[in-house]
């Protein structure tokens, strides 16, 4: 079940990154809800439990109206306080603190220029943030945290983006129709007949083919040819064979 676990998850990983452009470390970014989670249920350090669920190094984030929102709770959240104290803090620019789960939304926005990872234990702004194309989610289940799956419209949303890649778009259309009549004038300037009366094509003259004449009508070899070396035979002579020739080359040369 832990290895079913972890083959979905990155693969989940794996679809963001390629997709989205998701790169390491991960920047995941935590509310009110996730940081009790993980102290309520020992996940400590939450960083290490995090690395752990996306396989990969995580960088923790939270924002300022996250931290006002626990303070207001008061001493029952006095240790989700301060563990969210020790997270990095992104930024919001909000004046006026609002509440943590609409500070969540306008932080990631439309496309999620940041990247971000959302941790959230609260299942209505999940639902929210799944119709934001390129937005994982991490939840906690007891002592187990879980990235959900791309939902419905991020698949169909990545589905139409790269059949759109596919086609040209209207500019792109213009201007390769711009180009191929262009193309096609300068063909006609070509094949039309210049000042001095002679076409620039004529088809009557057409280049030599060089390759059906013989090297000896080019006089010019078409291939290097070198002489085969041949091996040497040796005579072996017998001693008596060899005296009787001796003789007679000396009476030949005596008479």
């Known amino acids: ?44 350090p939450a960083d290490k439990a995090l690395s752990n669920c996306l396989s990969a190094p ?56 940041e990247h971000f990872f959302v941790a959230t234990q609260d299942a209505d702004l999940r639902k929210k943030l799944q119709k934001v194309p390129n937005v994982p989610l991490i939840f906690g289940l007891r002592n187990a945290l879980f990235l959900e799956q791309p939902s419905k419209f991020q698949r169909d949303f990545v589905k139409s983006s790269e059949e759109k890649r596919l086609h ?19 063909a006609d300037e070509e094949d039309s007949v210049d000042e001095d009366g002679l076409g620039r094509h004529n088809p009557g003259l057409q280049p030599h083919n060089t390759r059906n004449y013989s090297g000896k ?25 060899c005296t009787s020739l001796v003789r007679i080359v000396l009476c030949t040369s005596i008479a």
């Open 1 to 44: 079940m832990r290895f079913k676990k972890q083959k979905r998850h990155r693969k989940t990983v794996r679809f963001f990154s390629v997709c989205f452009g998701f790169r390491q470390p991960f920047k995941v970014l935590c509310d009110g809800t996730f940081v009790h989670h993980l102290l309520h249920n020992d996940l400590t």
């Open 58 to 113: 995580v960088k923790l984030f939270t924002t300022s109206c996250v931290l006002a929102e626990l303070i207001k709770l008061g001493a029952a959240q006095s240790g989700s306080c301060q563990a969210a104290r020790k997270l990095a803090v992104a930024r919001c620019d909000h004046e006026k603190k609002v509440s943590a789960d609409a500070c969540i939304e306008e932080v990631i926005g439309e496309n999620n220029l």
């Open 168 to 186: 040209l778009t209207e500019k792109e259309f213009k201007a390769l129709e711009k180009r191929t009549t262009s193309i096609s004038a300068n």
């Open 217 to 241: 009508e080019k006089d010019v070899k078409d291939r290097v040819r070198f002489k085969r070396k041949r091996a040497k035979v040796l005579f072996l002579i017998h001693p008596q064979t």
